[in-house]
């Protein structure tokens, strides 16, 4: 069974950049599409980014374009999110997510999703 862990959420001030990490254990990690969401307080969770299988494809909401990177390393297993030049409207619970392909994550296709984790941003 697959299970992501997320980490690197935490405080940061607006204007500053947080890297989120996602580990993928249970499966074989390559023939994953990744992605991520988040959820804002008494919003619904929402897409922010995916990349595909490859790592050659990837899609971003278009609120987070130019601010946001998503890459995978698959010798660690891991997905990751640069975000960049950070919004109060980036505060979120932000979750990992596995899924056939980027743009079935984007659709909110996803087989896995991981507990997540908190970007706070400050004024």
């Known amino acids: 069974q697959v299970q992501l862990v997320e980490s690197g959420g935490g405080l940061v001030q607006a204007g500053g950049s947080l890297r989120l990490s996602c580990v993928f254990s249970g499966g074989t990690f390559s023939s994953y599409g990744m992605g991520w969401f988040r959820q804002a307080p008494g919003k619904e969770r929402e897409f922010v980014a995916a990349?595909?299988?490859?790592?050659?494809?990837?899609r971003y909401m278009d609120s987070v374009e130019g601010r946001c990177t998503i890459s995978r390393d698959e010798a660690k297993n891991a997905v990751y999110l640069q975000l960049n030049s950070l919004k109060l409207e980036d505060m979120a619970v932000y979750f990992c997510?596995?899924?056939?392909?980027?743009?079935?994550?984007?659709?909110?296709?996803?087989?896995?999703w991981g507990q997540g984790t908190l970007v706070t941003v400050s004024a």
């Open positions: 997510a596995a899924g056939v392909s980027a743009i079935q994550i984007r659709a909110g296709a996803v087989d896995a």
């Open positions: 990349i595909s299988r490859l790592g050659n494809i990837a």
